[in-house]
């Protein structure tokens, strides 16, 4: 939801004030309007409570972190556990390699080149495909005869930073990793 579009829902802006901080944020009602704009508390809250039900925000017990060390570290280990293969890649929007796990050098810098392009023609036919309707707009797949991806295409906005996953076999998103993910992108491309 933070990342699929660069859209201005009172939704993504709160998922985006929470990534761009290194530790998760003390919740108060100060905190909500400011993120909101709402000063009433009942309309400030409901995007808050549509986010925790639709299971894209979680209130934790106590503060949290975000990923430690650098990215170049990070970003491996976290992506391979976004597939079932164990193989993926994250480039920018042209086409460099950012990180990527379970490939050889040769072929992640090659699907990091042809994400960039993927998402580039999705880009420039944005208006065409948002007639399809919003679902469409998540990612592209490689699919083979009977409509079964192989390999997999997401765009990533963070920021201003356009990034390109490429997942090979089935992606595995709903789950802690890709959390990290896109909490460790957001802390370091999150105001750029």
Known sequence: RAVARPDESAERRILLAVLRETMSPLLNLELIRGWTGESNPEEALAPLLRL?????????????MAP?????????RLLGALSDSGQAVLADNMGFCLAMAGYPADTGEALAAVGADILSVAERQSTALAKLGDHLLDGWGNVDAAGISGLS??????????LALTVSGRPRFNQQAF?????????RYGTI
């Open 179 to 187: 959390a990290e993910l896109v909490w460790a992108l957001y802390v």
């Open 153 to 162: 295409f997401w765009p990533m906005h963070i920021g201003r930073t356009r």
């Open 52 to 64: 925790q039900e639709e299971a894209c925000l979680e209130a934790w017990p106590g503060p949290r």
């Open 68 to 76: 430690v060390g650098t990215l170049e570290s990070t970003l491996p």
